[in-house]
């Protein structure tokens, strides 16, 4: 019985995700079709492939053999369709898609795009904003940036240079006042929310007893810029950007602000194809500059 590409898929995508509905969930097909295939896959090996249990599922020695095999085919295969989704689109070579959140698309990634250029680059890039975690397993896109560290053995995270933060605020807000000379607990404090987990400079607030001090929560960077730039109050933001407005003070903080640490994640599987590496190359050179 010939193999199906889809089977195979279905069972790298059980390694990937852990549970069935969430590799049903990234294939985009209802969880009795993931349980068919497999059953059709391992009747086609003569193998099992996947530990059905009470609690859930896990792949066997066969199974975690057979989907190490069988990722770069499934890899292949995907780029054949966004390669024929490209063509009926009038694009000639597939993009590498890139998930990051507006602030990094917008004031990092897209100002560096000549660079990318420069460097040699023959195929375009879809620079994806969005603030939620794309599954990468499921081939949401090819390279994610995230500010917390991922999970997941099949993901593969490497170290952007830090983002140094610091405290601003607008001249009018000001007032005159000596930037040195500020009390925090007595200005009105524009912080980041928790969208992206407790970053470290949530407990640097907290730590310094600010907290009865915010005045604004956002998981927006712009919006933050914004406020101060309004004359809102005290924004907590990355330096390189508050600094290239031209129109905000840096306050003194009251002790070392912890470093933003950035993060590009891409999947094992896709590592070692040309494209991927030379937008990861990119990518890095682009936060690098910011220093």
């Not at 490497?158 to 500020?182: H, T, W």
């Not at 980041?192 to 929560?217: C, F, K, N, Q």
């Not at 809102?232 to 070392?256: C, D, K, N, Q």
């Amino acid at each position: 019985m010939p193999l199906d590409p889809q089977d195979l898929g279905d069972l790298i995508a059980i390694r990937d995700a852990g549970t069935l509905s969430a590799a049903a969930k990234a294939r985009g097909v209802a969880v009795s079709t993931v349980s068919r295939r497999i059953e059709t896959l391992e009747t086609a090996l003569g193998l099992q492939l996947v530990d059905r249990r009470t609690d859930g599922v896990q792949l066997t020695r066969d199974g975690l053999a057979v989907a190490e095999a069988a990722a770069p085919i499934a890899e292949q295969m995907r780029r054949v369709e966004r390669m024929a989704e490209s063509l009926r689109q009038g694009v000639k070579t597939v993009p590498v898609r890139i998930s990051a959140t507006e602030f990094v698309i917008s004031d990092v990634l897209a100002p560096a795009l000549d660079r990318l250029w420069a460097m040699g680059a023959d195929f375009p890039v879809h620079l994806q904003s969005q603030a939620d975690v794309v599954s990468l397993a499921g081939r949401d896109a090819d390279l994610a940036i995230r500010m917390v560290r991922p999970e997941g053995a099949s993901l593969y995270a490497r170290k952007l240079a830090d983002l140094r933060l610091g405290l601003f605020a607008s001249a009018g807000y000001l007032a005159g006042r000596e930037p040195a000379e500020i009390n925090l607990q007595d200005e009105r404090m524009l912080v980041y929310d928790d969208s992206y987990g407790r970053l470290p400079e949530l407990d640097w607030v907290v730590r310094h007893g600010l907290t009865d001090a915010i005045a604004m929560r956002t998981g927006s960077t712009r919006g933050l810029l914004a406020a101060a730039l309004a004359g809102a109050g005290i924004a907590l933001l990355p330096v390189a950007f508050a600094l290239r407005t031209g129109a905000l003070v840096e306050i003194p903080p009251l002790s070392a602000l912890p470093s933003r640490q950035p993060w590009l994640i891409v999947h094992r599987d896709l590592r070692g194809l040309p494209a991927i590496r030379f937008a990861q190359k990119w990518v890095a050179e682009a936060f690098a500059s910011l220093q």
